[in-house]
């Protein structure tokens, strides 16, 4: 019978898509059985007060085992990372924190006999002479940074511990995720949220990759569905398990400044590419997702215009509020 899912961990939980991954979880697992955990940033108070919080870094198998023996955990959920252009600027890092981390993660996983642990991956997985276009799941894998490295090479842990252990991992390649609530660190996709916050604030953005660049998005509510509906997924209908693609929309840079000035017409952007450019060029512009879609039903509702305008609803209030950027601990 299929062990259930009870006491999850998250690790990475102050991060992007852990906090408010976090928040979901423990509003629907019940708030003392979602245990956040963070290394070095400050978590917010929301997240601090609405349940437990430790400081438990994924290089530390210790600590981990110690944090999950307390609380009883047995589901993981390694958001712990480094992203893409951090990862181009400390390679040795990212490759410690996205494979020693998720090692120690899956150890576990074996060792105390849990649940399920989900790792996600990311489109950096993909790389030259893959179809960039409605790029496969399955296609040649050559990532050129360090984090598609190292993502490549968590997809195959998961897929290994499943075969060799038994161990229930999965996980899901995630495109750019925008989002209004914590900022994102270190990622290509990053301009894709800043974007926003500088047509409220400036009414002018310096985007740091070209127009014409065009790479797969998915708002932050598809996200977190997409995560709670892999993890939920029944493990016996998974064919594939740590590398499902994730599609939701896909659009140029010059599209979502053209979307984001239908709201605010004076809006102006100029294009100032960095060494992300290389990175973007390298990526898939849209995903064929079929897998997912197949095997546990992924159906994303967001689109450019609908997460648009919601985004700039939240962030244009929080601007009139004088707090568009959150202060730490709010
Ligand atoms: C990044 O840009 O590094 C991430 C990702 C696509 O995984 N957002």
Same mark, same amino acid.
């Given at each position: 019978?299929?062990?259930?899912?009870?006491?999850?961990?998250?690790?990475?939980?102050?991060?992007?898509?852990?906090?408010?991954?976090?928040?979901?979880?423990?509003?629907?697992?019940?708030?003392?059985?979602?245990?956040?955990?963070?290394?070095?940033?400050?978590?917010?108070?929301?997240?601090?007060?609405?349940?437990?919080?430790?400081?438990?870094?994924?290089?530390?198998?210790?600590?981990?085992?110690?944090?999950?023996?307390?609380?009883?955990?047995?589901?993981?959920?390694?958001?712990?990372?480094?992203?893409?252009?951090?990862?181009?600027?400390?390679?040795?890092?990212?490759?410690?924190?996205?494979?020693?981390?998720?090692?120690?993660?899956?150890?576990?996983?074996?060792?105390?006999?849990?649940?399920? /642990?989900?790792?996600? $991956?990311?489109? %950096?997985?993909?790389? #030259?002479?893959?179809?960039?276009?409605?790029? !496969?799941?399955?296609? &040649?894998?050559?990532?050129?940074?360090?984090?598609?490295?190292?993502?490549?090479?968590?997809?195959?842990?998961?897929?290994?511990?499943?075969?060799?252990?038994?161990?229930?991992?999965?996980?899901?390649?995630?495109?750019?995720?925008?989002?209004?609530?914590?900022?994102?660190?270190?990622?290509?996709?990053?301009?894709?949220?800043?974007?926003?916050?500088?047509?409220?604030?400036?009414?002018?953005?310096?985007?740091?990759?070209?127009?014409?660049?065009?790479?797969?998005?998915?708002?932050?509510?598809?996200?977190?569905?997409?995560?709670?509906?892999?993890?939920?997924?029944?493990?016996?209908?998974?064919?594939?398990?740590?590398?499902?693609? /994730?599609?939701?929309? $896909?659009?140029? %840079?010059?599209?979502? #400044?053209?979307?984001?000035?239908?709201?605010? !017409?004076?809006?102006? &952007?100029?294009?100032?590419?960095?060494?992300?450019?290389?990175?973007?060029?390298?990526?898939?512009?849209?995903?064929?997702?079929?897998?997912?879609?197949?095997?546990?039903?992924?159906?994303?509702?967001?689109?450019?215009?609908?997460?648009?305008?919601?985004?700039?609803?939240?962030?244009?209030?929080?601007?009139?509020?004088?707090?568009?950027?959150?202060?730490?601990?709010?």
């Amino acid at each position: 019978m299929a062990k259930k899912i009870q006491k999850i961990m998250v690790t990475g939980s102050v991060g992007q898509i852990g906090s408010e991954l976090t928040l979901d979880l423990r509003r629907k697992y019940g708030a003392e059985n979602v245990v956040a955990c963070g290394r070095k940033t400050a978590p917010s108070k929301e997240l601090k007060e609405s349940g437990p919080f430790e400081w438990a870094d994924v290089t530390d198998p210790e600590k981990m085992k110690d944090v999950c023996k307390k609380y009883g955990i047995d589901t993981i959920i390694n958001m712990a990372a480094i992203l893409s252009a951090t990862g181009e600027k400390n390679p040795q890092l990212a490759w410690h924190v996205n494979v020693t981390g998720l090692i120690n993660t899956l150890e576990l996983a074996r060792e105390l006999e849990l649940t399920q /642990v989900l790792c996600p $991956s990311s489109i %950096a997985v993909f790389g #030259a002479g893959c179809p960039q276009v409605d790029t !496969p799941q399955e296609t &040649v894998l050559r990532p050129t940074t360090m984090y598609g490295v190292s993502k490549v090479t968590g997809e195959l842990l998961c897929d290994y511990y499943v075969r060799r252990y038994g161990v229930d991992a999965r996980g899901l390649r995630y495109p750019g995720i925008i989002s209004a609530e914590t900022l994102p660190g270190g990622g290509t996709t990053d301009y894709a949220v800043e974007i926003y916050y500088k047509a409220i604030e400036e009414k002018r953005y310096t985007c740091f990759v070209k127009e014409d660049t065009r790479l797969p998005m998915m708002y932050m509510p598809d996200c977190i569905q997409a995560t709670i509906d892999l993890m939920e997924a029944d493990f016996d209908t998974l064919e594939h398990h740590g590398d499902f693609n /994730v599609g939701a929309m $896909s659009f140029s %840079a010059g599209e979502l #400044a053209a979307a984001i000035k239908k709201h605010i !017409p004076e809006f102006a &952007v100029d294009y100032e590419p960095d060494f992300r450019q290389k990175i973007a060029d390298s990526w898939p512009q849209s995903l064929d997702d079929s897998a997912a879609r197949k095997e546990w039903g992924w159906k994303p509702s967001y689109d450019i215009a609908a997460m648009t305008e919601d985004m700039l609803k939240k962030l244009g209030q929080r601007h009139a509020a004088g707090n568009l950027y959150k202060q730490p601990g709010s």
